[in-house]
């Protein structure tokens, strides 16, 4: 499996970015993906969810302002990031999980917190938002 991310960049306050994902290897039918960051003194946070039927999941810190979305064709995921704020500022992962026995789909964002150390994510794209 890989994933490689981009589309990270330094912007302003109020400003949008759109990050994607390029995976590889990976089984839709096993696995779920999502977005996380990780800043510098802070703890990963797990931002957004996508499953199998296009349901999607978002943490309360980024709902209405983050878009998760995917194009299975082209093996694709996006994260559209609008009215950024310096708090954004983080590294930001794509993650493929796998999907846990009788999970819900309500649950996916706890299923990837939990799961995460035995997934898989990418290196990262590195996202700064200046006040």
């Known amino acids: 499996v890989q994933l490689v991310e981009s589309g990270g960049d330094s912007v302003q306050a109020g400003g949008s970015l759109r990050l994607s994902c390029a995976a590889s290897?990976?089984?839709?039918?096993?696995?779920?993906m999502g977005w996380f960051r990780q800043a510098p003194g802070k703890e990963r946070e797990v931002l957004a969810t996508i499953v199998r039927d296009g349901t999607s999941s978002y943490a309360d810190s980024v709902k209405g302002r983050f878009t998760i979305s995917r194009d299975t064709a082209k093996n694709m995921l996006y994260l559209q990031m609008n009215s950024l704020k310096p708090d954004d500022t983080a590294m930001y992962h794509c993650a493929a999980v796998r999907y846990s026995y009788g999970m819900m789909v309500s649950q996916a964002l706890g299923v990837m917190r939990a799961t995460l150390d035995s997934g898989y994510w990418g290196r990262g794209t590195q996202v700064t938002v200046s006040s």
């Open positions: 290897g990976l089984s839709y039918n096993n696995y779920f």
